[in-house]
DNA sequence: TGACAACTGATACTAGGTCTCACTACACTG
DNA sequence: CAGTGTAGTGAGACCTAGTATCAGTTGTCA
């Protein structure tokens, strides 16, 4: 099953209509790079090679936002302190984000916990939630030879 | 010598000019509780008990980015995903946030270092940052029969 | 077929922030 | 002490990301 199924389906198990307009949406955001804006898929469906109608700016921030509380998509912080989106892989999970290409890997080997038990113990807080995101250079941009491959 | 004094210093370290519309950010910014945003500061300038002239919104941000630039302010990211600033402690730190009152306290045993390593051979990154912040609920927002002290 | 709810898109609005530009106020130089 | 150049200022236009409103459209089910 492919991954535009997938998230018909679950849509359509949440009991959400899966109209043209979310459609359009969902194959714009398929087709963006590791991170996006939602502008980008604006722009996406505009493209002048799509013969379909636009969708309404409004249309996009709210599937966008469907899409988040559908886990389909997660927010990523960038480190210049602006947030995109980016097609979520299931759970919980961190971003691991190249400075350079903008590639991302996700991870979920998330050693906080201990870390996160100790401050609890410490700050006598409930601690209930964690945002971790960590930038770097990626092996293919620190190779001076090759141009990078600009993921985005 | 105070924390006003501190800063002055440093702006004028830095070759910055110490005015009386950066003087009015300034005090407002100590004014503030734990967290806050630049309107919450311009707001304070323009409190009607202060006999002083008000700041330019324009003023306002360029200070405040001033001020993230000498590591005066910092960043945080609170658990809905809006950026608010907060005064800096120095160094490399985190927060830990209570979601109730808006309590923060930074922390700087950052035992994410073992996990940054072992991510970066996994992965084959060069890691050169990271950010984290942790969120729940203080010791007095659990005691069901005090009000919480709302910090901000 | 009708009725109702979900959805849409245009548009206005908000928050947070930058840009521009004419003006002001420092601080150095002669 | 006057002149001058530069840093800083404030008003206001503008920008980006996102929400609210509302009349009109579409989909679904009885």
Not at 86 to 110: I, M, N, W, Y
Request: net charge positive; aromatic share 4%; proline share 5%.
């Amino acid at each position: 099953m492919s991954d535009i199924d997938l998230i018909i389906q679950r849509l359509e198990l949440r009991g959400h209509r899966v109209t043209q307009s979310r459609r359009r949406v969902l194959d714009a955001v398929l087709a963006q790079p590791a991170h996006f804006t939602v502008d980008d898929v604006l722009r996406a469906t505009r493209a002048p090679r799509r013969r379909q109608p636009p969708v309404g700016r409004a249309t996009a921030f709210r599937t966008i936002r469907l899409l988040l509380d559908l886990n389909v998509l997660c927010r990523i912080l960038l480190d210049d302190g602006t947030l995109h989106y980016r097609l979520s892989t299931r759970g919980h999970h961190h971003h691991l984000v190249c400075r350079d290409c903008g590639r991302v890997e996700d991870f979920t080997q998330c050693d906080v916990e201990p870390l996160v038990r100790e401050l609890a113990e410490a700050m006598e807080y409930d601690i209930d939630a964690h945002w971790l995101e960590v930038y770097g250079r990626c092996r293919a941009c620190r190779q001076p030879t090759k141009e990078p491959a600009r993921v985005r």
